[in-house]
């Protein structure tokens, strides 16, 4: 991928690569997913947030493997 984004942070070095920013990407949806599985943890079974806070850590789960695909070129389309 030859794919070039701007980013105000890319300075001297230049823009980033679509590689740099699928690894900044990632990086925070690791954060999510990670803040999203310690709520879980302290979510009772029957509190009213927990099947968002689900939603949120599968749509991150999602994300990651979209991401994933996108970076290595093997996404469809």
Known sequence: MSAMFHDDRSGADGPRTARQFCHDILNQLFIVQGRAE???L???AGHPLRQ???EIHRACLKAVEMTEEWRTGQASG
Do not use: A, G, Q, R
């Open 38 to 40: 310690v709520v879980l």
């Open 42 to 44: 302290e979510l009772d």
């Open 52 to 54: 968002d806070i689900v």
